[in-house]
Nanobody, 114 residues
Framework: QVQLVESGGGLVQRGGSLRLSCVVS????????MGWYRQAPGKQREFVAA???????NYDDSVKGRFTISRDNAKNTVYLQMNSLKPEDTAVYYC????????WGQGTQVTVAS
């Protein structure tokens, strides 16, 4: 059973930054593409960014140039550096495989005040 533990969320002002972390249990981490997703109130969960096992990345257009996804295979951890945050980035952020495979973790709340 793969477990996902997200952290690093919080309340920031418009234009601020946060760095999210997600620790993944299990040795399969190294062979999977990993992604970040988010779910805003009243909306469906959506894709944000992904990084392959070979460190290729792709992003949703709404976060390109502002967010950076990375991974540390030695720590079974995937990161999301979020800069120039906007109120519309407010959501619960989750990590999972890309495309998603495992049961979702609890997520981490990101709130951007205007």
């Amino acid at each position: 059973q793969v477990q996902l533990v997200e952290s690093g969320g919080g309340l920031v002002q418009r234009g601020g930054s946060l760095r999210l972390s997600c620790v993944v249990s299990g040795s399969i981490f190294k062979i999977n593409a990993m992604g970040w997703y988010r779910q805003a109130p009243g909306k469906q969960r959506e894709f944000v960014a992904a990084v392959t096992a070979g460190d290729s990345t792709n992003y949703d257009d709404s976060v390109k140039g502002r967010f950076t996804i990375s991974r540390d295979n030695a720590k079974n951890t995937v990161y999301l550096q979020m800069n120039s945050l906007k109120p519309e980035d407010t959501a619960v952020y989750y990590c999972n495989a890309a495309p998603w495979l495992w049961q979702w973790g609890q997520g981490t709340q990101v709130t951007v005040a205007s």
